[in-house]
């Protein structure tokens, strides 16, 4: 069973930085696209940023391009998203998740079949 488990989220003023980690467990980690999606109150899940596999690869949303970087550690079985220059909107809860294949590189949610159990992230302007 695969478990992924956030942490790094917190409270963090306008144009600040935070580093959110996404541990996972129970799959072979170096073979899998890893993504970060996020949900703010009243709004549906988006997509923040993939990477793949090789690490080789990455996607971003527009909102989020040139400000977030994602990194991976296959050796700990771990992702990173690196925020920085954080803006109010980007306040909502980061959910790290698994894509169901190996070897291949999508962005959309309903391919990921496993998924944390997010971490906040609030930015006070």
């Known amino acids: 069973q695969v478990q992924l488990v956030e942490s790094g989220g917190g409270l963090v003023q306008a144009g600040g930085s935070l580093r959110l980690s996404c541990a996972a467990s129970?799959?072979?980690?170096?073979?899998?696209?890893m993504a970060w999606f996020r949900q703010a109150p009243g709004k549906e899940r988006e997509f923040v940023g993939a990477?793949?596999?090789?690490?080789?690869?990455?996607d971003y949303a527009d909102s989020v391009k040139g400000r977030f970087t994602l990194s991976r550690d296959n050796a700990k079985n771990t992702v990173y998203l690196q925020m920085n220059s954080l803006k109010p909107e980007d306040t909502a809860i980061y959910y790290c998740?698994?894509?169901?294949?190996?070897?291949?590189?999508?962005?959309?949610?309903?391919?990921?079949?496993?998924w944390g159990q997010g971490t906040q992230v609030t930015v006070s302007s």
């Open positions: 129970g799959r072979t980690f170096s073979i899998y696209t």
């Open positions: 990477l793949s596999w090789s690490g080789t690869r990455t």
């Open positions: 998740a698994v894509d169901r294949f190996s070897f291949r590189f999508v962005t959309v949610a309903k391919e990921y079949d496993a």
